[in-house]
């Protein structure tokens, strides 16, 4: 079939599923309840169906009461179990895929259960929705007219037992359909090249000639891709090589230090971002509006939310028909691979209740509260954001450390940044950062007013790919792998200074 008739008729498949998605909108909460439902009656001969006597779940308030929230830890020996080839135990389809995830640069790494109605009705569910919401807001895309350059991670295989794990973007492309295939680059070998440095290089020698329409990956290592194109080519920027790009779907980290460095690689004001909201453990959210950043909760991917405000107790847990507006909740999922009341560790709210739309705020376990002062990613990117505008620089990397008190000295943050462009004058920088988390974070505010415990925060400007080579050191490249924002220790700041 012709590229162009194949983009005609993709496209009209793909605005077909518009009419469901406004179904949920219309009817979320119903939607919900009937996706927590099937999952019960499903997994009733379950290990965890019968300790729980699912059989006699009436209503949510009942699974509430009876089946606890837990952490990856607390569910740890299950998995184990699971890998090494006993089934039934969480999920009543046989799991084969777990997806290999830290969430952070910690070294312990998570095995995520993948089961093959997550993989269907989830995470390609949810790719096929990326498309179809986006064609819905630009009903003359040619999108499918080229190829999207995805990103992906490497696979291994688990050499005890039947069973495998990897990133879970190689675990999509190592079962992507046939017709996914086509309309992608890499092919799934490049893509899955464990080595990631070789894998770049791959990928830009057979990625050159294609016609790329998209792009699709995590921030940090996409721009580290697409940098060295540049390098490799000479040309100033992306669309002078891949003149039709018209869109980047983006998730897995924070888009707004990348931002400005994004922009002088597209420098069109046609060129579109798009955001998702992804996770080994599920797809939550896709970004549905062209003019707002606003990502809408998806609802029938086999998922059931829950939330826990942030600094509040279990207790004040509620399901999606109570959560209020512009409020900090911790997110509490059952999904269809068999996790059940699982708390993943992000953090949202809700910019929107009709229909659901959220915001990514940060993770439980990246803030700074040293000193009481309460510091999360989101007021960090936003104060990044205000700052680097107004001091006309640019940054690729940061993370944050506290400053611990001694006999005579007060607390700060130290602030390890990576430049792009360095600011004029590293003292106004220091400043108005500073303003601007506290007009972010009232917390922070007190705490800074009349450096009454907080000190001015400490910058240390990093060399040039400082935090790339840290994370080479520690065998993180690529993949899913993340910068850690902030932390309540020094262990990340630590390493870092010893390096830069």
Same mark, same amino acid.
């Given at each position: 079939?012709?590229?162009?008739?194949?983009?005609?008729?993709?496209?009209?498949?793909?605005?077909?599923?518009?009419?469901?998605?406004?179904?949920?909108?219309?009817?979320?909460?119903?939607?919900?309840?009937?996706?927590?439902?099937?999952?019960?009656?499903?997994?009733?001969?379950?290990?965890?169906?019968?300790?729980?006597?699912?059989?006699?779940?009436?209503?949510?308030?009942?699974?509430?009461?009876?089946?606890?929230?837990?952490?990856?830890?607390?569910?740890?020996?299950?998995?184990?179990?699971?890998?090494?080839?006993?089934?039934?135990?969480?999920?009543?389809?046989?799991?084969?895929?777990?997806?290999?995830?830290?969430?952070?640069?910690?070294?312990?790494?998570?095995?995520?259960?993948?089961?093959?109605?997550?993989?269907?009705?989830?995470?390609?569910?949810?790719?096929?929705?990326?498309?179809?919401?986006?064609?819905?807001?630009?009903?003359?895309?040619?999108?499918?007219?080229?190829?999207?350059?995805?990103?992906?991670?490497?696979?291994?295989?688990?050499?005890?037992?039947?069973?495998?794990?990897?990133?879970?973007?190689?675990?999509?492309?190592?079962?992507?359909?046939?017709?996914?295939?086509?309309?992608?680059?890499?092919?799934?070998?490049?893509?899955?090249?464990?080595?990631?440095?070789?894998?770049?290089?791959?990928?830009?020698?057979?990625?050159?000639?294609?016609?790329?329409?998209?792009?699709?990956?995590?921030?940090?290592?996409?721009?580290?891709?697409?940098?060295?194109?540049?390098?490799?080519?000479?040309?100033?920027?992306?669309?002078?090589?891949?003149?039709?790009?018209?869109?980047?779907?983006?998730?897995?980290?924070?888009?707004?230090?990348?931002?400005?460095?994004?922009?002088?690689?597209?420098?069109?004001?046609?060129?579109?971002?798009?955001?998702?909201?992804?996770?080994?453990?599920?797809?939550?959210?896709?970004?549905?509006?062209?003019?707002?950043?606003?990502?809408?909760?998806?609802?029938?991917?086999?998922?059931?939310?829950?939330?826990?405000?942030?600094?509040?107790?279990?207790?004040?847990?509620?399901?999606?028909?109570?959560?209020?507006?512009?409020?900090?909740?911790?997110?509490?999922?059952?999904?269809?691979?068999?996790?059940?009341?699982?708390?993943?560790?992000?953090?949202?709210?809700?910019?929107?209740?009709?229909?659901? #739309?959220? *915001?990514?705020? %940060?993770?439980? =376990?990246?803030?700074?509260?040293?000193?009481?002062? $309460?510091? @999360?990613? /989101?007021?960090?990117?936003?104060?990044?954001?205000?700052?680097?505008?107004?001091?006309?620089?640019?940054?690729?990397?940061?993370?944050?450390?506290?400053?611990?008190?001694?006999?005579?000295?007060?607390?700060?943050?130290?602030?390890?940044?990576?430049?792009?462009?360095?600011?004029?004058?590293?003292?106004?920088?220091?400043?108005?950062?500073?303003?601007?988390?506290?007009?972010?974070?009232?917390?922070?505010?007190?705490?800074?007013?009349?450096?009454?415990?907080?000190?001015?925060?400490?910058?240390?400007?990093?060399?040039?790919?400082?935090?790339?080579?840290?994370?080479?050191? #520690?065998? *993180?490249?690529? %993949?899913?792998? =993340?910068?850690?924002?902030?932390?309540?220790?020094? $262990?990340? @700041?630590? /390493?870092?200074?010893?390096?830069?």
């Amino acid at each position: 079939m012709p590229i162009p008739i194949f983009n005609s008729v993709a496209s009209f498949f793909l605005k077909r599923r518009i009419s469901q998605i406004e179904l949920f909108k219309d009817y979320p909460i119903e939607v919900q309840q009937e996706v927590l439902r099937k999952m019960i009656v499903y997994s009733i001969d379950t290990e965890i169906g019968k300790k729980y006597d699912f059989k006699t779940i009436r209503h949510y308030n009942d699974f509430k009461e009876r089946i606890p929230t837990v952490t990856y830890e607390e569910i740890y020996k299950d998995i184990e179990r699971n890998r090494k080839g006993e089934q039934n135990i969480f999920w009543r389809t046989p799991i084969k895929w777990f997806a290999k995830s830290s969430g952070t640069t910690n070294a312990k790494s998570k095995f995520i259960p993948i089961s093959y109605e997550s993989l269907e009705d989830c995470h390609y569910k949810a790719g096929k929705d990326m498309l179809s919401l986006y064609f819905n807001n630009n009903i003359d895309s040619q999108l499918l007219v080229g190829k999207c350059l995805r990103l992906g991670g490497s696979r291994e295989i688990y050499e005890n037992n039947d069973s495998y794990y990897g990133d879970l973007s190689a675990i999509m492309i190592d079962n992507l359909p046939f017709w996914a295939e086509l309309s992608s680059t890499p092919s799934s070998k490049t893509s899955l090249i464990p080595e990631w440095e070789d894998k770049v290089k791959a990928i830009i020698k057979e990625s050159m000639n294609q016609k790329v329409t998209s792009f699709a990956g995590v921030p940090s290592w996409m721009l580290s891709l697409l940098q060295q194109v540049i390098d490799k080519t000479g040309k100033d920027n992306i669309l002078e090589i891949w003149q039709d790009a018209e869109v980047y779907f983006h998730g897995g980290v924070s888009f707004e230090p990348y931002r400005n460095l994004y922009n002088k690689l597209f420098p069109s004001k046609d060129f579109k971002y798009f955001e998702i909201f992804n996770a080994s453990e599920g797809f939550f959210a896709i970004q549905d509006q062209n003019s707002s950043t606003e990502l809408l909760l998806m609802l029938d991917y086999g998922i059931f939310y829950e939330f826990i405000p942030v600094n509040g107790s279990e207790s004040e847990i509620v399901s999606l028909a109570d959560v209020k507006l512009n409020k900090n909740y911790e997110m509490v999922i059952t999904t269809n691979s068999g996790l059940w009341r699982y708390k993943i560790g992000d953090t949202i709210k809700f910019t929107c209740l009709n229909p659901f #739309r959220v *915001k990514v705020t %940060g993770r439980t =376990k990246h803030f700074i509260n040293v000193f009481g002062e $309460e510091l @999360v990613v /989101e007021n960090a990117e936003m104060a990044l954001s205000k700052t680097t505008e107004l001091t006309k620089s640019e940054i690729s990397n940061y993370t944050v450390g506290p400053i611990f008190m001694g006999d005579k000295t007060k607390g700060s943050h130290e602030w390890i940044i990576e430049f792009s462009k360095e600011p004029d004058d590293m003292n106004k920088f220091t400043e108005i950062l500073d303003l601007s988390l506290q007009s972010l974070n009232s917390d922070y505010e007190a705490k800074r007013y009349k450096d009454s415990t907080l000190e001015l925060p400490k910058i240390i400007k990093g060399r040039k790919n400082l935090f790339y080579d840290w994370l080479r050191s #520690r065998n *993180k490249l690529g %993949g899913q792998n =993340k910068i850690p924002r902030l932390s309540n220790s020094r $262990e990340y @700041v630590e /390493e870092l200074l010893g390096i830069n």
